[in-house]
């Protein structure tokens, strides 16, 4: 399977941004999908992860409330609704998918082995 991500930008402190995963060559109906972000100077950085039902979300608890993940299977996508959004939000997002990825492991980005080339989010103060 192939990722794109796209709607990264330029937002101001406090704004929004949607996040957008289009996946090719392979349904992602079966896969569990994340974000993943990565900041200059810093390791990759887990956000969340949506099993496939979408009745599973698992996220970091400093962005809950903010950041929102979703799934829409028939269009094969997967999108990151960010609200009041802060300068430490900068950052390349990533999404990726995992199509043996269980609870436990979900987390980790080795986890993953298919991965979108991310996407720029810069929130300015």
């Known amino acids: 399977v192939q990722l794109q991500a796209s709607g990264g930008g330029l937002v101001q402190t406090g704004g929004s941004l949607r996040l957008s995963c289009a996946a090719s060559g392979r349904s992602i109906r079966n896969a569990v999908m994340a974000w993943f972000r990565q900041a200059p100077g810093k390791e990759r950085e887990f956000l969340v992860a949506i099993f496939r039902s979408g009745g599973n979300i698992i996220q970091r608890d400093s962005e809950k409330g903010r950041f929102t993940i979703s799934r829409d299977n028939a269009k094969n996508t997967i999108y990151l609704q960010m609200n009041s959004l802060k300068p430490e939000d900068t950052a390349v997002y990533h999404c990726?998918?995992?199509?043996?990825?269980?609870?436990?492991?979900?987390?980790?980005?080795?986890?993953?082995?298919?991965w979108g080339q991310g996407t720029q989010v810069t929130v300015s103060s």
């Open positions: 990726a998918a995992s199509y043996s990825a269980i609870l436990s492991s979900v987390r980790s980005a080795s986890a993953y082995g298919y």
